[in-house]
């Protein structure tokens, strides 16, 4: 007899929650849904291809000769003149790291400013002064693209995306500051752009190769220690060298498939 | 600030005491929540005093838990997208649904539970009350029997599915972090499990301090049973949460992987926060502490009093843990070679301030909720009979209560004090007090960041601002104008132009691959070329250097090492010098560059060998001149010959030193490029070292791979510099003077005149440059008068 009574009242009450909630939480979210944004990835203007350009016809890939690195910095200076990255040396798409092993077998890893003055400078060599050199011999490093990016994977609004042809790329517009794409990357080649806000990284120069132009750095490297192509032209220099060569990548054990390539790699680069 | 090697990204620190906040607040929630549950859905009865206080705290804590996250976030007014658009691999993604499913959950329990208070707020309150409670009560009134079990039912059901969530909500939270395998710190499966249950330790903790305090504040009896079975399940989940923690501190000390070095460093580092803090004060010290006074007879009042002092410290210990984890793993560098320093700001979004303001939120929105719905109403009748009685002092409360509230309660007690002692009026007083410290603090908080002067505003965008830093603007141009290129002879070819001398009217250029010398004029036009069928004996293999003085010219031959003198007027060859092998191993002589001394002496350079070979006109060996023991051998600091205090501390690694080019200066001395110093070198008529210049320790005035050296009249030094692609251009003392050929000196990504500037000759006015396999160009020089009498170049 007090059944229907409790069946109302629970009704009206799980009816009272359901609405208000919907309407407490819904209709922002449903304005907000009615300003045009969607869930999909959308490339940037400033990044993406030109017209015409068809990104699934390429998959590109960088060799870095590390036998050939002489240590000069050009491909960082360019890369902050090429992209509007921060001179301030926390602040880099692109780095070269030194490492120096002296006579009792330890490794000395530095990157004064990133490398961007080169490695000749008094304050760089101090440490070395007087001691025994066994071998020493420069790793650049750049974002490697990984085919499964951490960086992609964690991103709450996937403001950082993969294109077709394998460039992980940051809208700008989408990104909420949050960094979780900086923690994620186990290779440290993101951070934060201090002026927008928005996480930032190297692209390998979207803008110029997707124009038939090589990277910022690839272009001033004057020793040809960064090499860059597309893996789906077989005559290319990089088809081949991935074809013949013996290749590294950094920190494979990680999964993360990097797309940057290095030779001669020693043991401790990271 | 940093200790061995990071990546240059790692300098700034990305997630600082915001995100410290954010795990421990939503900790809070979860283990408040669990608390309420345990008592509505396990019925344990000893909780009930607290079961509704828990739901308050939860609530309390729950609205302010996205709000360090959302002060942190480069762009808050995106934050929504992360409703909108969520990308779900990611583990952040969820953090909206799963807040707001929780958020509704606690709300409408919180509503079930304290629906029968709100209507009788509704009826007995008077406006402006009547209405807050009428709006809070939704229309609904009915608190019959009926009502009222369906309610209760409805509170079970949600009680039971808000222990998932509140497992879902905070074990979430551990695996944003656990899953970051690029962290080894952060990456472990236990993450999301210890999270969970410091979670729950520092909900129980938080509530017994806040239970036991809120009773003296409100002068109220304190349930002892209460408080001692929250300290049991205290020690209970501290015992396992203690247990995890160390379960996977000794997996990873067993497996030694290849982080493990830098973990134990950081555990190292971190011995204050990690091993004091977080495990002997919040855990271990605890854990002893109350497995004591639940084992063993203590006195109710003691124990209780015992239990609210290690409340706090588990509270504190959490927090330790927190912040061990989000920053000590930070302090990583991922290269695993070194540690990034944790600079703690005051100002700004993600300072100090800001955290202490945010955590101060739940306590105010705690103190507005339990007045608005107090938790303990079932009691209050016995309660309000005791403050009523005559014979209960008020003075310790007062006291107790100036000592919570801190700097605020002072003035208050004083006022307070006078008021006519009405129970009624007197019921909150705690409360008042402590509402009333907490914005007095907070005033004054806010008055540090706002006026204080040099503070930086709160409003600031980004935890650090980026220093201010300049383009370095290390090189200047020299203002030589271009005069022409000539990339091929106008008339006649050449395969890869290496070097250059001037003689008269005529360019004389040294084809390397071709094995020739080509001889154009000053338009460029191709006049002869001299090589071994034109020339009788004129076998050209390797030539790297050439000179001139006035009517022969001089070529340096690698193979064999000799030197052809050419009369180019002629077209024979005069004679040929042969070059003296070196004192080491004979090893040939290796001419890397020539010119004449002011004595008509012939200067060759022999990289080979390092040394300089001073021949008399008719090639006969008059010095030959060594550097310093050392100095141009393997280059270290204490080997360097002081020229000038930056020579003396220079110190280059693994490379050695080497002469290339040679040029007379106008005071006679011989100044040498050291092609692997590199640098150029000054050397004394009597061989001694007279000191150095050019190296690249300065950054704005050294070569970095120098190819060739030329004077012209004034006494101005030129440098070809492959790498720079340019020449440098040095005052006759050796002080910089700029760079010709690019057109910004400090960009490489400018265009530049040349792509291999390989060699120079200066006559009069005008720099000729052999750009490498491609050409000449020329260059006029300020400050020389077009007229001059002819000097001997190089």
Known sequence: MSEPVRRRAFLKLAGRVVIGSIVIYGSPAAVMSKLGQSAEPTPVDADAGPPGYNPKAHQWVFIVDTARCIGCGRCVRACKEENHVPMDPRYNRTWVERYVQTADGEMHVDSPDAGIHGFASFEANREYAGQDITKAFFVPKLCNQCEKPPCVQVCPVAATYKTDDGIVLVNRDKCIGCRYCIQACPYGARYLDPDEHVADKCTWCYHRISRGLQPACVAVCPVGARKFGDLRDPESEVSKIVAQLRLYVLKEDLGTRPRVRYTQLDEGVR | MMLGYIYPNETEFQWSVLIVLYPFITGLVAGAFVVSSLYHVFGMKALRPVARLALITALAFLLIAPLPLQAHLGHPERAFLIFLMPHF?????????????????????????????????????????????????????????????????????????????????????????????????????????????????????????????????????????????????????????????????????????????????????????????????????????????????????????????????????????????????????????????????????????????????????????????????????????????????????????????????????????????????????????????????????????????????????????????????????????????????????WVEPLDVTVMGDGIFVLDHAGQQIIEIDQKGAFVRSYDARSVSGLELRHPHAMANDGTDIFIGNTFPPRVYVLDPRAGLLVRSIELPPGDTMNLPTVPTGMTFTSYGNLVVSDGQNHRLLVLSPDGALVQAIRRPPGSWDLITPNSRVAGTAQAAALSIVASTGRPGSVAVALDGTILAVDILGPGVVRVQRDGSLGGEFARPSLPETGVFTPTDIAIDELGRIYVSDDLLQGVQVYGANGTSLGVIGRSDPNSFSKPADMKHPSALAVQGNKLYVVDRGRGVVVYQLPGIPPVTAQIPPQ
């Open chain 2, 89 to 493: 691999t990611s583990a952040m993604a969820g953090f909206g649904f799963i807040w707001m499913f929780y958020l509704i959950l606690v709300v409408v329990e919180t509503w079930l539970v304290f629906r029968p208070d709100i209507v009788a707020l509704a009826e007995r309150s008077s406006w402006p009350m009547k209405a807050v409670y009428r709006s809070m009560a939704l229309g609904v009134y009915d608190v019959s029997d009926e009502a009222m079990e369906v309610d209760h039912r409805l509170i079970k059901i949600l009680a039971a599915v808000g222990i998932p969530s509140a497992a879902l909500l905070h074990g979430y939270v551990g695996f944003i972090f656990g899953a970051i395998k690029a962290n080894p710190w952060w990456s472990t499966p236990l993450m999301p499990v210890i999270f969970l249950l410091s979670a729950i330790v520092s909900g129980i903790a938080l509530l017994m301090v806040l239970y036991i305090v809120s009773m003296k504040l409100l002068e109220r009896e304190i349930d002892h049973e209460c408080v001692r079975s929250m300290s049991s399940l205290l020690a209970g989940f501290l015992f396992i949460d203690l247990a995890l923690e160390g379960l996977e501190l000794l997996s990873m000390a067993y497996e030694q992987e290849e982080s493990w070095t830098i973990v134990r460093g950081l555990i190292g580092r971190m011995s204050v926060t990690f091993l004091g803090v977080q495990i002997l004060m919040g855990a271990v010290i605890p854990l002893i502490v109350l497995g004591y006074i639940s084992l063993f007879r203590v006195e109710r009042r003691l124990s209780t009093a015992i239990s609210t002092v290690i409340g706090v410290m588990v509270v504190v210990g959490v927090f330790a843990m927190r912040w061990n984890v989000v920053v000590g793993g930070q302090t990583i560098s991922k290269s695993l070679r070194g540690y990034v320093e944790y600079e703690w700001v005051f100002g700004g979004r993600e300072g100090i301030f800001m955290a202490s303001l945010i955590l101060c939120l739940p306590f105010v929105i705690y103190t507005v909720l339990v007045k608005l719905l107090p938790p303990w109403l079932e009691e209050a009748p016995a309660a309000e009979a005791a403050l009523a009685a005559p014979t209960r002092q008020s003075v310790p409360a007062l006291s107790l209560v100036g000592a919570g509230a801190g700097s605020g309660g002072g003035g208050g007690y004083i006022s307070l004090g006078n008021i006519a002692p009405d129970p009624k009026r007197k019921r909150y007083i705690g409360l008042k007090l402590t509402l009333a410290g907490l914005g007095t603090a907070m005033a004054a908080l806010m008055y540090g960041v706002f006026a204080a002067p040099g503070s930086p505003g709160l409003l600031q965008i980004g935890g650090s601002q980026p220093e201010p830093v300049l383009v370095p603007q290390l090189r200047a141009s020299f203002p030589a104008q271009q005069l022409s290129v000539f990339t091929e002879p106008a008339g006649g070819s």
